[in-house]
């Protein structure tokens, strides 16, 4: 069964985003922050900084950290899921449990990407 957590970007903090999304991420696993996979490798940390700084007015960033999905929405929340990949449909979709626009419109934009 996956596992979701969800936290508010704090207004005014001394955490970057980043460093709010690491923390958050670590806790999730249960893992120290340093034995979490390179976030860089999966995604531009400027990115997460910016759209949780100065988020838009709607819409979402969303990507996959190795066996996790996160979600940051532009009400500045922070959604994480994990997944095992041993449960049916999660090696296909680790979207399960996600809103479904949200589920779909990283499918519509892959599709997109890919000229479909």
């Known amino acids: 069964m996956a596992r979701v957590t969800r936290k508010d970007y ?5 955490q ?11 806790n ?3 893992n120290d922050p340093t034995n979490l996979p390179t976030l860089s490798d999966y995604i531009n940390g400027d990115l997460i900084n910016k759209f949780l700084r100065n ?7 969303r990507f996959k950290w190795q066996s996790m999905v ?3 929405t532009a009400d500045k929340q922070v959604i994480i899921k994990s997944f ?9 979709n680790p979207d399960i449990g996600l809103p479904r626009a949200i589920a779909n419109s990283s ?3 892959a ?4 000229g479909k």
Not at 16 to 26: N, R
Not at 55 to 61: E, F, R, S
Not at 111 to 114: I, S
């Open 70 to 72: 996160v979600l940051l």
């Open 10 to 14: 704090p207004e005014e903090g001394s």
């Open 111 to 114: 599709a997109r990407r890919n």
């Open 55 to 61: 988020p838009p007015a709607a819409g979402t960033l």
């Open 84 to 92: 095992d990949g041993n449960s049916p449909g999660q090696k296909r």
């Open 28 to 30: 999730h696993t249960g």
């Open 16 to 26: 970057t985003p980043l460093d709010f999304l690491i923390t958050l991420a670590a």
């Open 107 to 109: 499918n519509s934009h």
